[in-house]
């Protein structure tokens, strides 16, 4: 009761016509390593409390305080808003209708032949995809020298045989611990970078199926414990996560066009189609799994 007014002052801002409450002013790309740090604190805290389970166990727990954190975000509207989402958020790029109204930006895009909304999209995409090539290749390179230095060697081995790593005087439980904080920063970042290219947090979107499978699926294809592996696998798997919803329509017509207008079974499977992506990853899972169990690109 005593902060109900706050919230409902708070509830009564409208982003769409005066901006985002809050922020400090500061360049989205500081609120990126900001959403590494919290995912770190975050992952700290679960990892004093869960780390000491078996792995079984361990991936149920992690998982079960996903979902928390989730209904959290859903149900606590005072905190997060909830289900009516948080719009309005600064983007690292310019917005198209910004570049529109720019007349030097008009006048250039004319110049180059080039449609002032085409280019402002063109401008746009291209821009967010310099910026997250080169947030990846820092994380790769930093990966790839983490991977093949005397620390990299060391979370090998204990992956490998705990027991024997344990005998030789190595702290397993804060290796675990600490390489659980790192992955997670990755993830903070990789979250706040793209809720900043939304420009909104919808947190009836974080699905299990799109953001935990799908990226495990990613990991196992492309070659789990190869850096360069996890980056083809998660390519690919978008790739072809993005393409199937656009052509699987036209596939399933295609299969079904042999049988008659008035069949059931046609349409049953067109109306279907929405869940031929899960049954391509799921094809593709398999397939991986039964002629190349360790990836498309191997640990060596």
């Not at 809050?22 to 004093?48: R, S």
């Not at 789990?224 to 919803?245: D, R």
Request: aromatic share 8%; net charge neutral.
């Amino acid at each position: 009761m005593v902060r109900d007014p706050g919230v409902d002052a708070i509830e009564a801002v409208n982003p769409a016509g005066t901006g985002f409450l809050g922020g400090l002013g500061l360049p989205v790309v500081i609120g990126w390593m900001v959403g590494g740090l919290l995912a770190a604190g975050a992952a700290w805290i679960i990892g004093k409390t869960a780390l000491g389970l078996r792995s079984d166990y361990l991936a149920i727990a992690t998982l079960g305080i996903s979902e928390i954190i989730i209904a959290i975000m859903k149900n606590e509207e005072w905190l997060t808003r909830g289900v009516k989402n948080v719009t309005g958020l600064p983007r690292p790029m310019p917005d198209a209708i910004d570049l529109q109204n720019d007349p030097g930006f008009v006048e250039r895009a004319a110049n180059l032949g080039f449609d002032p909304t085409a280019a402002s999209t063109l401008y746009i995409k291209i821009g967010y995809g310099l910026m997250f090539a080169a947030v990846l290749i820092i994380l790769l390179v930093l990966a790839q020298l983490a991977l093949n230095s005397p620390w990299g060697r060391m979370m090998r081995a204990i992956r490998d045989n705990e027991t024997s790593a344990r005998a030789m005087g190595k702290d397993v439980t804060f290796r675990h611990l600490q390489v659980f904080i790192l992955g997670s920063a990755i993830c903070g970042i990789a979250g706040a970078m793209m809720t900043t290219l939304d420009g909104q947090l919808i947190p009836t979107s974080y699905q299990p199926l799109r953001y935990t499978f799908l990226i495990w699926v990613m990991v196992i294809v492309g070659g789990s414990g190869n850096n360069l592996g996890a980056v083809l696998g998660g390519f690919l798997i978008w790739f072809l996560w993005v393409q199937v919803e656009v052509l699987g329509p036209g596939f399933m017509t295609w299969v079904t066009g042999a049988l008659p207008d008035d069949s059931g079974l046609k349409e049953h499977l067109l109306d279907s189609v929405q869940h031929m992506r899960l049954l391509t990853m799921g094809v593709i899972l398999l397939l991986v799994l039964r002629f190349s169990p360790r990836g498309l690109l191997p640990e060596r």
